[in-house]
């Protein structure tokens, strides 16, 4: 059974501060993905990662960075935390090939204040 | 790039009765269709997928349907359940290749299953 999992379920940051969210998958997936989820937006993409230390930027990669330096993790870095990126932030993982299904984390809440 | 548009955005039915998500896509590379369910508070779960050479496909009460022509794709899921009550995601991929298996997904719809 896949297991996705993120650091924090509920996060509460003030403007400014620089924000880590992380995620830990373990089963040996080349790809990584961070969506954040607003409602009537769906999930948006904001980076991938096809392998480690290899990154791509997603559909609203400003104001987000990146790391992976295990194959297992990959963090999503807000530089300067604003109230607009307040949201729910879900991380997947996936296998390249085969049935491409992408398994999510159970997401992070996070409230700028 | 790809782009998913997703209707309706809710969706109101009573136990038993029959319920229809549509999608539209507008990359015609896109060969790999995915639905999402998501329960309140928990995490997306794959339900079922399409690829471009297939038309249709079915599992148990849900069915997916695609329409490459017309760059559009739906689910279908009959005899509703209270159980089946979550939102509903539609998603596009140019799978293989240099995609990474990258996905574009829809607006969600909130689907409610009246007892």
């Known amino acids: 059974d896949v297991k996705v999992t993120q650091s924090s379920r509920y996060l509460v940051k003030r403007t400014g501060e620089k924000v880590f969210l992380e995620c830990v998958q373990d089963?040996?997936?080349?790809?990584m993905f961070w969506y954040r989820q607003d409602p009537g937006l769906g999930l948006r993409l904001i980076y991938f990662?096809?392998?480690?230390?290899?990154?791509e930027k997603g559909d609203i990669p400003e104001g987000y960075s990146v790391s992976r330096e295990k194959k297992e993790r990959f963090s999503l870095i807000l530089e300067s935390a604003s109230t607009n990126q307040t949201s729910m932030y879900l991380c997947?993982?996936?296998?390249?090939?085969?049935?491409?299904?992408?398994?999510f984390g159970p997401g992070t809440r996070l409230t700028v204040t | 790039g790809e782009n998913v548009e997703q209707h309706p955005s809710t969706l109101s039915v009573q136990e038993g009765d029959s319920a229809v998500i549509k999608c539209t896509y507008s990359?015609?590379?896109?060969?790999?269709f995915p639905w999402y369910k998501q329960e309140l508070g928990k995490r997306p779960q794959l339900i079922i997928d399409?690829?471009?050479?297939?038309g249709e496909k079915k599992d148990q009460r849900i069915a997916v349907t695609l329409n490459k022509t017309a760059k559009h794709f739906s689910l279908h899921i009959t005899e509703t359940q209270p159980e089946d009550s979550a939102v509903y995601f539609c998603?596009?991929?140019?799978?293989?290749?240099?995609?990474?298996?990258?996905?574009?997904f829809g607006q969600g719809t909130i689907l409610t299953v009246h007892p």
């Open positions: 997947a993982s996936s296998y390249p090939g085969g049935s491409y299904e992408q398994y």
């Open positions: 089963m040996d997936h080349e790809n």
């Open positions: 990662s096809y392998d480690v230390k290899m990154k």
């Open positions: 990359d015609s590379a896109s060969n790999y």
């Open positions: 399409i690829r471009s050479n297939v």
């Open positions: 998603a596009a991929s140019n799978a293989g290749g240099t995609s990474y298996g990258k996905l574009t």
